[in-house]
């Protein structure tokens, strides 16, 4: 498993979102709340899906409820390949 770094995830969860939403990556910032982008809860798990599919393990459900941007979300996400790596 590669460790992805918080750089990386931000600029996955950011094309995503964006293709989801059908803008321009530019248009989705990291401070964004979730709830401000207009994904109805099954795009959200549709996101999430491909999310653990690209990371190799499954976050936790409340993953998007204590990190509610996709910075702070991006930060987590490193920290737990970080960890997973070292746990190897």
Do not use: N
Not at 33 to 52: C, H, P, Q, V
């Amino acid at each position: 498993m590669a460790v992805v770094t918080a750089t990386e995830a931000e600029q996955w969860l950011i094309e995503k979102i964006a293709g989801r939403l059908g803008v321009e990556p530019g248009q989705v910032t990291p401070e964004q709340y979730f709830d401000e982008l207009d994904l109805d809860s099954t795009e959200a798990l549709i996101l999430a899906g491909e999310m653990e599919s690209w990371l190799g393990f499954e976050l936790g459900t409340t993953a998007l409820w204590y990190h509610p941007t996709i910075k702070e979300l991006a930060a987590y996400i490193a920290e737990e390949c970080a960890q997973r790596a070292t746990s190897a």
